[in-house]
């Protein structure tokens, strides 16, 4: 009877002798895994990359995320997580938690992993297994493609079977904290599939949202979309103000004052996984006319780097500096602040640039060994020796504290320092006797009189 199968995966969720199979360990897999495996689940991390599976095993971890390596070494130690690159594991498995990257192809989704991930699943389908989808994925890709999947096998849903979609929403460097304390979507097909995911997530999260299906995978994209669509109006700004020659900092800290307005950091453009495919994925099969919106700010986040790369060539060649003999330093290569992950970092396309120019690029990242071509410095002090000018791409915490002290008296007298992030204080560096421009600044002409009037601000009056 379905009301036994409901009850009886609802008590073993309870009990936690429910089994949980996780397919995919990436940044969203591998914690997923083990938070359900402290939680006290048995889990089966089932992964196609052989030498991942391996180094798993062996208690060794690629993925730097606080806290990750010590429940991993727990859990094995429990023997509550199994790691394999075999499906079998699903067959015994009441809970099928779907990992698989969708990214895209040239703004198309590229949804080959996942429909691999379906034929192990669809081989292996049981009555009375939950499928709980955390992948990011088109909208109705899971009444669409999922459920009539498993239809094809003679299962009834949300009777014979349960599907879920529920969103990750882990941002990396805090993926447990987040997986527990943000609130989670749940978006079940029925009535009972929503129920059955809802609580093996709840033992896990502080809040469980339910919903329809559908609606969770238009929320997830919706709120990268958003992200995108807002930062891409921050960096428009910012070349607002670079036109003007005002200071996009102070335009937006000034507008969010108000109390419905809240706009995003503008800086070298939009790195990554998600936050640059998964505009595409939300407007996958939509009239194009519809799509303009989202595809005008992927692509003005996407130009960032290269105008970045067109105002330092100019403000070089306008200090009389020669890009054949100049050296730039790179500071920081990763997508964002204080993480090791290099997916579609901007840094990528400004140290391209800048070495088709002809200049000696130096990159620093005190989280990654990756410099896309450009010499690696072993220290922030060597990437800024001699150099012409410093480009301040990511904003590590460990960049801030660089005193500009520190930087004039390794670089070159003249040096131009391009604040890429804008994390820096442009009076200090000014101040400092540092020539300073970046996202939305400057070149400022008269230094003097900037300081005088930024001093003249900082009264009360
Ligand atoms: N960025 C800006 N300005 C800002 C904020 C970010 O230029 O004001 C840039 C960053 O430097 C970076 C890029 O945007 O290059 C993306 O960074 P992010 O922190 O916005 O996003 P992700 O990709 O690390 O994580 C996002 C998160 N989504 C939202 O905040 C809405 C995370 O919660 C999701 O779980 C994750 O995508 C995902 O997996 O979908």
Same mark, same amino acid.
């Given at each position: ?184 979507? @749940? &978006?079940?097909? $029925? /009535?009972?599939? +929503? =129920?059955?995911?809802?609580? !093996? ?5 502080? *809040? ?59 800086? @070298? &453009?939009?790195? $990554? /996984?998600?936050? +640059? =495919?998964?505009?595409?994925? !939300? ?5 194009? *006319? ?172």
């Amino acid at each position: 009877m379905l009301t036994d199968i409901i009850s009886l995966l609802v008590q073993k969720v309870k009990d936690r002798t429910a089994r949980v199979s996780v397919l995919g360990l990436g940044r969203v897999g591998l914690p997923t895994a083990l938070i359900f495996s402290s939680a006290g689940f048995c889990v089966f991390g089932i992964d196609t990359d052989a030498t991942k599976v391996e180094r798993l095993s062996q208690g060794r971890c690629d993925i730097q995320e606080p806290g990750l390596y010590e429940i991993l070494t727990n859990s094995q130690r429990s023997h509550r997580f199994q790691v394999t690159t075999r499906y079998d594991p699903i067959l015994e498995t009441d809970f099928v938690v779907l990992c698989v990257p969708t990214p895209v192809h040239e703004t198309k989704p590229n949804l080959e992993s996942l429909q691999s991930a379906m034929a192990a699943v669809k081989s292996h389908a049981h009555r009375g297994m939950v499928m709980v989808i955390e992948s990011t994925v088109p909208p109705s890709t899971t009444s669409g493609r999922i459920v009539p999947q498993l239809e094809e096998l003679g299962f009834v849903m949300d009777q014979d079977i349960f599907v879920a979609y529920c969103p990750e929403r882990l941002s990396p460097a805090h993926a447990l904290k987040e997986f527990a304390e943000n609130p989670r979507l @749940v &978006g079940g097909i $029925g /009535p009972n599939s +929503t =129920k059955l995911a809802a609580a !093996l997530l709840r033992t896990v999260c502080k *809040e469980v949202l339910s919903t329809d299906v559908l609606t969770a995978e238009v929320a997830k994209l919706a709120e990268n979309t958003f992200r995108d669509v807002n930062i891409a109006y921050a960096n428009f700004l910012a070349l607002v103000t670079e036109h003007f020659g005002g200071d996009v900092s102070k335009v937006i800290a000034m507008a969010n004052t108000h109390p419905r307005v809240r706009i995003h950091r503008p800086g @070298v &453009g939009v790195g $990554g /996984p998600c936050l +640059t =495919k998964d505009p595409y994925l !939300l407007t996958d099969g939509i009239a194009e *006319e519809l799509t303009e919106l989202v595809r005008v700010c992927r692509r003005l986040n996407d130009e960032m780097p290269n105008r970045l790369t067109i105002r330092l060539a100019r403000l070089l060649r306008d200090n009389g500096i020669s890009t054949d003999s100049a050296k730039i330093a790179v500071l920081g290569v990763s997508y964002k602040p204080d993480i090791d992950d290099t997916s579609s970092t901007p840094a990528k396309q400004i140290i391209e640039n800048l070495l088709k120019l002809g200049v000696r690029v130096c990159a620093y990242d005190p989280h990654t060994s990756q410099t896309y071509g450009a010499d690696r410095a072993q220290s922030v002090e060597e990437s800024l020796r001699g150099a012409d000018a410093i480009v301040l791409v990511t904003a590590h915490s460990s960049f801030k504290s660089i005193s500009f002290e520190t930087m004039r008296s390794l670089a070159k007298p003249h040096c131009i320092l391009f604040d890429g992030a804008r994390v820096l204080d442009p009076s200090k560096a000014i101040q400092a006797g540092m020539m300073y421009c970046g996202t939305g600044f400057g070149p400022v002409t008269e230094p003097r009189r900037y300081l005088h009037e930024q001093e003249h601000e900082r009264k009360p009056r």
